[in-house]
């Protein structure tokens, strides 16, 4: 439904609800924090149908019960099931020109604009109320079941499977139809992966959104194998393979979007196990500023991308972006007059003009191999997907020193802890000190929904659990450094953070989107010293907090305070 100001407005301008009833009303919605339109229909202070034709009269909607309709299947069918959850919007009518669709909330355009892409009709607009939706939901259901019933109709066990068997099943019409409806859910919701994990009674689909796995449905178990023989033939593997690990790709293509998805397969005790990473080929190359680096960090990263050469090493956890900074940068440097060349596992993104290599360990081309043969081919510049080995690490850093410029990944929790970590792959000390520009370290923290975001001020509990966590008189300092906040002696409980309540444009998750926390270590003539020196690794990180190095807590609490994340996400991070 709408923002409860936007609705108390609406009301006020139609006099809907006596004055006095409305004032307190809102006191209480206010101070719950809880939904106005549920608040008044529950305390009977107007009925669902009065206040829903009210807003639709305010903008000029038509109202609609559906629950007087009878919605033919294949219109129903039209709008997924959980965009009709998530976005409260029913498909009920349709002619060859036009869609008609009835929602709770008229002012979610994107929605609006997804099904007009969809289907390539116009959308025309209604209101309803969230019982309507309802109860058309329960007809979904049936819907549903239906088409499952049809996928039963050639039952088969899940031992002794003939191959024929499995090819027509994954054939047949309403298998395609949901496994395209599942990875549409997936597309529209922002996915990076898709989980379909089989149990002994169904299969559980989930969908990592802004790094967290969420429940999506649950199938009947009987759709098992004609879902992971569909996605074996799409991907063109072995259909009658059920006792080892198999790995594919295939791609999607329609006019909004081209998505590729790389497969998983592994057998489990219920059956094989299938994960799904989805890896968006149309998608724009974000800027160094729209991934989250800010201020000195930003200025070192783009000073270090100019030079003509030594090393670019972004590390963290998997997971944690380094690629989409991989290719981000490599977005910058791509000039018609430089040779870039890639080794990669796998390719995740094609590029114009950018010569990208997979390994294949099993016919022996390495990252080391295939960084040797990448060094005859004339390259500016040499991307190496990951370190993973000495002898990886020791071609990077003297390709670095023979005048390329080497962007490359490896695994370590912090900047300064990448300096022991290639010692520890045998690559002396001088060649650590004389080819490492810059090592970028990160993290991934979910955005507040800007839709539903709200400002609160800390506890004493929260405080004294942050004084355990970390040192907040230091991040209180380091917020009064860089003008976010006019000094570090105000009083924690009086700094405003934000969060967000949850709604339906973010799941109720309160989150919508990533942005990464960052540290950016300039190997600086000081900090070559400490290297050659073999100092420690404090004394390095000291000497970088003295040249004004962020540490991504730091930076986490810089973007907690401007309203960009939460503190929990800082806590999450930081656990990583």
Known sequence: ??????????????????????????????????????????????????????????????????????????????????????????????????????????????????????????????????????????????????????????????????????????????????????????IFEGASDIHLEPTETDILVRYRIDGLLREAMRLPKNMQSGIIARIKILSNLKIDEHRLPQDGRFMLSTADYKISFRVSIIPVFDGEKIVLRLLNESAKILSLEQIGLQLKALELVKLNVTKPQGMILITGPTGSGKTTTLYTLMNILNKPDVNISTIEDPVEYRMPRINQSQVKPRIGFTFANGLRSLLRQDPDIIMVGEIRDGETAEIATHAAMTGHLVLSTLHTNDAVTTLPRLEEMNVPNFLIASTTNVIIAQRLVRKICQNCIHSYTLGKEAIQDLNQKFNLKAIMEVLEQQGIILSADVPAESLLFYKGKGCKQCSNTGYKGRVGIFEVLDVSKEISKLIMDKASTFKILQEAKSKGMLTMIQDGFIKAKNGVTTIEEILRASRE
Request: no cysteine; hydrophobic share 40%.
């Open 1 to 186: 439904m709408l923002p409860n100001q936007e609705l108390k407005k609406i009301i006020e301008l139609n006099n809907t609800i006596p004055k006095e009833e409305l004032v307190k009303a809102w006191k209480k919605v206010t101070a719950d924090q809880i939904d106005l339109s549920e608040y008044l229909i529950d305390k009977n202070l107007i009925s669902a149908n009065t206040l829903y034709e009210t807003v639709g009269n305010y903008y000029k909607i038509p109202f609609i019960d559906l629950r007087k309709m009878t919605i033919r299947n294949d219109i129903l069918m039209i709008i997924p099931e959980s965009i009709v959850q998530t976005y409260q919007i029913i498909a009920f009518e349709k002619t060859e020109t036009e869609l008609k669709v009835a929602t709770t909330d008229p002012k979610n355009l994107q929605i609006l604009e997804f099904l007009k892409k969809k289907t390539g009709l116009r959308i025309k607009t209604h209101i309803t109320t969230p019982a309507s939706i309802k109860e058309i939901l329960g007809l979904y259901h049936k819907g549903l079941t239906s088409e499952f019933k049809k996928i039963t109709k050639d039952q088969i066990a899940s031992d002794g499977t003939k191959g024929k068997n499995l090819h027509q099943l994954a054939q047949d019409v309403p298998i395609i139809r949901i496994l395209d409806t599942l990875l549409e859910y997936a």
